[in-house]
């Protein structure tokens, strides 16, 4: 049983930052993909950043140059730094990993805020 754990997350005001952070049980070795999705009420989930196993990264034209994502397989951990927040970033932000056999794994999700 595959479980994602982020933690992170919150509150912050325009121009902010905020690190998200995804634990996955076991190894992440076992993931071409590990990412972040992110949706608000009534929208479909959208693909915020992700990262493959060959260190290739793909970002949604709307957080480019602002989130940085990063895999450490050796911790079993993915990183969001998400620099100069802007409104349109609130949501709630959820963790994906996809095996080999192209089965997706989710988190319960973590939200975030930016408001002033």
């Known amino acids: 049983q595959v479980q994602l754990v982020e933690s992170g997350g919150g509150s912050e005001q325009p121009g902010g930052s905020l690190s998200l952070f995804c634990t996955a049980s076991?190894?992440?070795?076992?993931?071409?993909?590990m990412g972040w999705y992110r949706q608000t009420p009534g929208n479909q989930r959208e693909l915020v950043a992700e990262a493959t196993s060959d260190a290739r990264t793909n970002y949604a034209d709307s957080v480019w140059g602002r989130f940085t994502i990063s895999r450490d397989d050796i911790e079993n951990t993915v990183h969001l730094q998400m620099h100069n927040l802007k409104p349109e970033d609130t949501a709630v932000y959820y963790c994906?990993?996809?095996?080999?056999?192209?089965?997706?794994?989710w988190g319960p999700g973590t939200q975030v805020t930016v408001s002033s």
């Open positions: 994906n990993a996809v095996d080999y056999t192209e089965y997706p794994y």
């Open positions: 076991g190894s992440i070795r076992r993931f071409w993909s």
